[in-house]
């Protein structure tokens, strides 16, 4: 039996170094606002460094994974039940990101100033939680940003988005049926428009900025990975050779895109007309990484590793409770005086390990309780 009869693309349990991907997405998230913050007490190596410049990079990449596995699991539980159960969709989506989300908010605006006042930090939150408690509940926290400037939880914005796609779609998936492939082109045609329109200036500043951060084309993009996975995986197989090169060209183009991130925006995007499908651009890339992967499904030793797997299965609380820890570490290492490359390594290293392990007792003593819970309601 060859490989190509023995893999069936509409039963896959597991792909492959995902999680691994997960995790240094999450990671790349990290550093981006690690030199951020940096940066506000001086230029030093880790603010010059592409590397440390793809925090939205990474973001789009959370999109498109979240897109394409999502659509995934629809696919195969409307193929195996013949339906799809909208509330154990909800159940499932509500018990792993809500609870961690609305403690960050608890967090940021009641605990962590305690922390802000102790080591002497001169942050001030933004706005008041009467003023913003809308945005928080509605999972629109992006606009906190576009209102009230920077802050602690701004993080919470993607998390936002994706509340507001997966809202949408599982009742797309159960009543539209037999035209989600085209459902997904039209969510990217729509967007494509609804920014033309805005780059245009039909709409007021506000409006603009949902439509750009509402990156539901990433997650769409993701779909069409996953939709044509799904349906045409194993007639694929055969082109294996052709695969394999076209997947080490998406490779050579992530890579590329991460360590020269500024030069390829300041050649390709930096004008505004061409600015609005930069994100087209970087999540078609990351949809077609991602489909290759799965396509072959191997492991990669170092991506399915133990510790990867591991860290990405906390990557979520990774990418939480970073910015709280690094607004933390960052006055009291400054205040060290060492030198800046000394500076920034202890900088970073600790609040990686610092976040990697808060996330791992997040995920230990208190998300696992929701997602025992899940595991009851579905039985």
């Not at 695969?243 to 890579?255: D, M, R, S, W, Y």
Request: proline share 3%; charged share 15%; aromatic share 18%.
């Amino acid at each position: 039996m060859t490989h190509q009869e023995k893999v069936d693309f509409k039963s896959i349990k597991l792909f492959n170094n995902f999680d691994g991907l997960r995790f240094i997405a999450a990671l790349l998230v990290l550093c981006h606002h690690a030199a951020s913050l940096t940066g506000q007490h001086g230029a030093t190596l880790i603010t010059q460094l592409d590397f440390f410049k793809n925090g939205e990079n990474a973001v789009s990449f959370f999109f498109v994974l979240s897109g394409f596995l999502i659509t995934y699991l629809l696919l195969q539980e409307k193929e195996v039940k013949q339906k799809i159960s909208i509330r154990n969709f909800y159940i499932k989506r509500i018990l792993r990101i809500w609870p961690l989300y609305f403690l960050l908010i608890i967090i940021a605006l009641f605990i962590q100033p305690v922390f802000i006042d102790l080591f002497h930090i001169p942050y001030v939150l933004p706005y008041n939680f009467k003023d913003t408690w809308m945005y928080f509940v509605f999972f629109l926290p992006g606009m906190v940003t576009f209102y009230y400037g920077s802050h602690l939880l701004e993080p919470l914005w993607s998390i936002g988005v994706e509340e507001l796609f997966y809202l949408i779609w599982a009742p797309i998936f159960k009543y539209v049926k037999k035209f989600i492939f085209p459902v997904l082109l039209l969510v990217l045609a729509a967007k494509l428009v609804l920014l033309q329109l805005s780059h245009l200036g039909y709409f007021p500043p506000a409006i603009s900025y949902l439509i750009r951060i509402l990156q539901f084309e990433s997650m769409s993009y993701g779909g069409v990975g996953a939709f044509v996975l799904f349906n045409y995986g194993k007639s694929l197989l055969k082109y294996a050779r052709s695969i394999q090169v076209i997947k080490l060209v998406f490779v050579l183009a992530i890579l590329a895109l991460i360590f020269f991130s500024s030069t390829i925006h300041f050649l390709l995007f930096n004008s505004n007309s061409h600015s609005d499908f930069e994100v087209f651009v970087k999540s078609f890339l990351f949809a077609g990484f991602l489909f290759s992967m799965a396509l072959t499904n191997k492991k990669i030793l170092f991506l399915s590793s133990k510790p990867m797997v591991y860290l990405g299965e906390i990557s979520y609380g990774i990418y939480m409770y970073h910015l709280l820890i690094l607004t933390v570490l960052i006055l009291p290492i400054h205040n060290l005086h060492l030198n800046p490359i000394l500076q920034d390594a202890l900088f970073l290293s600790s609040s990686i390990l610092l976040t990697i392990l808060v996330a791992a007792l997040s995920k230990r003593f208190f998300e696992s309780y929701f997602l025992n819970f899940r595991k009851k309601l579905l039985r």
